[in-house]
């Protein structure tokens, strides 16, 4: 089964500033994706960015862009120029199947706080 | 519509009581989940639908939860009666087959069904 570790449960950064939000996964297989959801207090799911396990190049996605370092098994998310309408949760996810059952594993999540 | 639709989108009960949440995922999105989130936590799995069937059901927490999908749309997650445990939001989820290496397979969340037992 996949595994996902976020290990910064918040993060508090200044408004314009870069930040970067850690994710490692664990994974036997030879193809995956990675996912990177923000969810605000609404509580909605809002999907960002998507890295497959074989694209060459870093997936960006406007001011969102994932380092992705296969030897590492790690996929930090970037968030350039940061606004306050940033602050909310993320979540790092990567497919799963299990027993037939497609699914989205999650990490922990990091609360993000921009502060102004 | 033009997103996953959930409803209600909160509900209080009381400890016993049956509750029914229901999903109307994204139009011609085949492949539908559940997930339950509790207060601060991450997400927890608990079903996916492959059109009306479920391939693998033991992400259900307990018996007192079931889930149904009819004509390859609607689901309905039902939780028999419900425990003070069981207060969490539940979250609908679509995509347009299985979740692929494809971004343009990516799940799409609703925004939830915020149920409160007391």
């Known amino acids: 089964a996949q595994k996902i570790t976020q290990t910064q449960p918040g993060m508090f950064v200044q408004e314009k500033e870069a930040v970067t939000l850690d994710c490692t996964y664990d994974t036997s297989d030879q193809s995956y994706g990675l996912f990177w959801y923000k969810q605000p207090s609404s509580g909605e799911m809002i999907f960002l960015i998507y890295q497959g396990s074989y694209d060459e190049q870093n997936a960006t996605e406007g001011r969102y862009s994932l380092n992705f370092q296969k030897a590492r098994k790690s996929a930090n998310l970037v968030i350039s120029a940061s606004q306050l309408g940033d602050s909310a949760m993320y979540f790092c996810a990567m497919r799963d199947t299990i027993q037939g059952a497609q699914k989205l594993v999650f990490g922990q999540g990091t609360r993000l706080t921009i502060n102004p | 519509g033009a997103g996953v639709s959930q409803s209600p989108s909160n509900k209080v009960t009381e400890k016993g009581k049956d509750v029914e949440l229901r999903c109307d995922p994204i139009s011609g999105h085949t492949a539908l989940y559940w997930y339950r989130q509790s207060l601060g936590q991450g997400l927890e799995f608990l079903i996916y639908?492959?059109?009306?069937?479920?391939?693998?059901k033991s992400g259900l927490p307990s018996d007192r939860f079931s889930a149904e999908r009819t004509g390859g749309s609607v689901s309905t997650l039902t939780i028999q009666r419900t425990q003070q445990e069981d207060s969490a939001v539940y979250l609908c989820a679509s995509s347009l087959v299985s979740i692929g290496l494809y971004s343009g397979n990516t799940i799409y969340f609703g925004e939830g069904s915020w149920l409160t037992v007391v």
């Open positions: 639908f492959q059109g009306n069937s479920a391939p693998d």
